[in-house]
């Protein structure tokens, strides 16, 4: 069974707000630095935020200053606030730690920005 599950994705209009969460089971991830990753059709996964363990965030410059990753470590449960969104959004998000864990890609969440 993977340990993260995604959710939190939908359709929206460019310029609208979502937020993502990822859920962890069976095992604790307070330690690690996590990420939200993303895929578009035909391209490669890319990372676009990532949280250490102590808090600190860094962002790719592609969302950098819309995108806002958090995280809370009694929930076991990590955030991403997306806003300002833009067609070029559209992707599979995922989450994983940072660098990621080839046995903990799930599923992902879509997330379609169309008008």
């Known amino acids: 069974q993977v340990p993260l599950v995604e959710s939190g994705g939908g359709l929206v209009q460019p310029g609208g707000s979502l937020r993502l969460s990822c859920a962890a089971s069976g095992t604790r991830f307070n330690g690690n630095a996590m990420g939200w990753y993303r895929q578009a059709p035909g391209k490669a996964r890319e990372l676009v935020a990532h949280?250490?363990?102590?808090?600190?965030?860094n962002y790719s410059d592609s969302v950098k200053g819309r995108f806002s990753i958090s995280r809370n470590n009694a929930k076991n449960t990590v955030y991403l606030q997306m806003r300002g969104l833009k067609p070029e959004d559209t992707a599979v998000y995922y989450c994983?730690?940072?660098?990621?864990?080839?046995?903990?890609w799930g599923q992902g969440t879509q997330v379609t920005v169309s008008s």
């Open positions: 949280i250490r363990s102590g808090g600190i965030t």
């Open positions: 994983n730690t940072q660098p990621p864990n080839a046995f903990y």
